[in-house]
């Protein structure tokens, strides 16, 4: 059984899924407030809100999203990279021996925005890469100011 709710932030609302005590889904979302009395959806959203006081660096919820095993590997990488921090695509598939563009359909596909941080994945020519959340690159951009 899933549970969700919706609450605000102080960037947009946000949307969080859970499934057996872990997190399956977090995202941006334009839904209305859905208040939740499930712990692990509670604990999510407090650390969540905390984040954007600037009082949390790391989360500790568990998170579990749906994705292939090439997904996941690229998931983990990027749970490796620190607040405040930065790494290019290329950086992350020099160290999984992939390639950049499939990196990037990888954080793409992140199905847990926030908790496991594609906002801070780059492209190495200063593009305008993407953010695959509603808000899009306004979010990427507002995500890695507040981290600085």
């Not at 209305?32 to 959203?45: E, G």
């Not at 590997?73 to 749970?79: A, C, G, P, S």
């Not at 925005?113 to 899009?136: A, E, T």
């Amino acid at each position: 059984m899933t549970n969700e709710c919706v609450f605000d932030t102080p960037l947009a609302r946000m949307l969080l899924i859970e499934k057996n005590g872990e997190i399956i889904h977090s995202t941006f979302t334009q839904k209305r407030i859905n208040k939740t009395s499930n712990r692990t959806l509670m604990h999510a959203q407090k650390e969540i809100l905390e984040y954007f006081k600037g009082h949390r660096k790391t989360f500790t919820v568990k998170v579990n999203p749906d994705g292939t095993h090439y997904q996941k590997k690229v998931w983990r990488q990027l749970l490796q990279i620190k607040y405040g921090s930065s790494k290019y695509y290329s950086d992350i598939a020099k160290d999984i021996a992939s390639s950049p563009r499939a990196i990037g359909n990888a954080c793409g596909a992140n199905k847990c925005l926030l908790i496991i941080p594609c906002h801070r994945v780059l492209s190495k020519d200063n593009s305008r890469s993407s953010y695959s959340s509603f808000g899009g690159l306004v979010h990427k951009d507002r995500l890695l100011e507040l981290e600085k």
